[in-house]
């Protein structure tokens, strides 16, 4: 029984170290919104998502999917580190070369322009911070990587203000801002790795590597349909509306992704927990478990947001970044069913099923790029995030079915519908014009969900009465 115990603690436990490394950096993401409103108009910050979203397009190509092999090969440790460090060092170096030789390519481009030079820092730094953060996490240095966030978040909000507030550089600010922190990220990585021990080049193997790739690599086009489904219909908006619409639009995902903020979280040290429990007889009822209480905790606190994201974007965001309220109830169950595409991906990584993976994931990207093709032209912004509602659900929707064949994961479809139903109410109540009665309708909804999971709200409850009652008795003892 207390190795039983023993599991849902160390995932307790690493949820926690993560949480307290990556809360800061996490949390800027939303918090500093309002101060991109003010500084930068509704085009200048579309210019600027479609920048970033065009380094996120690239970087799976760069570093090849290795950032996935790092922490599956570490943590379920079938590969020594040294060898994962030295292979790793070399594709990033290699394909770095590549990157800064097509720079020519970059210049030339409309989108990049003027910003070619900052545009290929960044691409090369985040490369690098990708693979080695993972290899941090592989082994087992949870205090590092969860300080590594912390860094981010300081040099994030410091420089931002500087570059932005300060200096009022607008767009070359706000890169510049993200190049420092994403370079003293690195430097973090580098000293509390050493990473200048394992690098060796008598380290290097072949067949180790060839077999990571084998792993990675149909993650990249995976990555790929990941991008379609988060931010092709960025592209799709500035093609049917324009880049100001883009630049709403980016504001409305910014609140809902406060879901997906701590779930990502929460999936550092779930991924770690699922590859060591490959092994163990219990692992349909570990699952099964956890699957239980992160459905109960996606559908009340998705209710929660959508209660008060309208007067949230109404009276905080700048006047021209208002109307981005009407995008987010959608975009906030998109983010319900993300969650579970990614919950049940942990399957394919722990079962090395990464083409299944990939066709989950195309398919998903491909009903998304349908959705949107029929919807924005017709319905603008909304249908832009019903597209994605519908192409997260879709690949959902798949993974749940088919990781069953590994791990038998009840599913509890007799309480999926009927919250993502309430769910679903709460949206189209907060485009009725029914004044106050509207947020008393939101409360009611946000209580149905509550009755939905009792159960698991009761026993959250319980648990964590009993840790803190625990933790207290032991303190005062200590004393």
């Known amino acids: 029984m207390s190795s039983q115990n023993g599991k849902y603690k160390k995932l307790a436990k690493n949820t926690v170290v993560f949480m307290v490394g990556n809360f800061g950096s996490k949390l800027i993401s939303f918090v500093i919104v309002p101060l991109y409103t003010y500084v930068l108009t509704t085009e200048e910050y579309g210019i600027i998502d479609l920048f970033t979203t065009t380094i996120n397009l690239i970087l799976p190509f760069m570093i090849l999917g290795l950032n996935e092999a790092v922490l599956r090969f570490l943590a379920g440790k079938e590969m020594k580190k040294e060898t994962v460090a030295s292979d790793c060092f070399v594709v990033f170096l290699l394909n770095s070369l590549i990157v800064w030789a097509l720079y020519p390519l970059y210049s030339g481009l ?138 709403i639009y980016s504001v409305a995902h910014k609140f809902p992704t406060i879901i997906n903020m701590f779930y990502a979280v929460f999936m550092q040290a779930w991924q770690l927990s699922a590859i060591e429990e490959k092994k ?7 699952h099964s478990n956890v699957y239980r209480y992160i459905l109960a905790v996606l559908a009340i606190v998705g209710s929660g947001i959508i209660l008060v994201s309208k007067p949230l974007y109404l009276y905080v965001m700048e006047s021209e970044f208002k109307i981005a309220w009407q995008s987010v109830p959608l975009l906030i169950i998109a983010q319900v069913f993300s969650c579970l595409t990614g919950f049940f991906g942990t399957v394919y990584v722990v079962e090395k099923k990464t083409k299944k993976a990939l066709i989950t994931t195309m398919c998903g990207a491909i009903a998304n790029l349908a959705f949107n093709l029929v919807l924005i032209p017709k319905f603008g912004l909304i249908g832009a995030a019903a597209g994605t509602m519908l192409g997260y659900t879709v690949a959902a929707s798949m993974r749940m079915l088919d990781t069953k064949k590994y791990i038998n994961i009840d599913l509890k479809i007799k309480k999926v519908l009927p919250a993502v139903a309430v769910l679903l109410m709460q949206t189209g109540f907060l485009f ?33 009465c009993s840790f803190i009652k625990n933790k207290l008795f032991k303190s005062k003892r200590m004393g």
């Open 110 to 247: 409309p989108a990049l322009g003027e910003h070619a030079f900052l545009f290929t820092v960044l691409l090369t730094v985040m490369a690098f911070n990708q693979v080695f953060l993972q290899y941090l996490r592989g082994n087992g240095q949870t205090v590092a990587f969860a300080m590594n966030g912390i860094i981010i978040t300081a040099v994030t909000v410091l420089a931002n203000l500087f570059f932005l507030l300060y200096l009022k550089m607008g767009i070359k600010g706000y890169l510049l801002a993200f190049i420092i922190a994403q370079l003293c990220s690195a430097v973090e990585i580098i000293f509390a790795s050493k990473l200048w021990r394992d690098i060796r080049f008598k380290h290097i193997n072949k067949k180790m590597l060839r077999e990571m790739l084998s792993y990675c690599l149909p993650l990249i086009p995976g990555s790929l349909m990941w991008w379609v489904m988060n931010a092709g219909d960025k592209y799709m908006i500035n093609y049917f509306i324009d880049a100001s619409a883009n630049g």
């Open 432 to 464: 009725a014009d029914l004044g106050v009665w509207v947020y008393i309708i939101q409360v009611i909804c946000m209580a149905v969900e509550l009755i939905i999971f009792k159960a698991e709200v009761s026993l959250v409850f319980s648990f964590s």
């Open 280 to 286: 163990s007889d219990s692992s349909s009822g570990f």
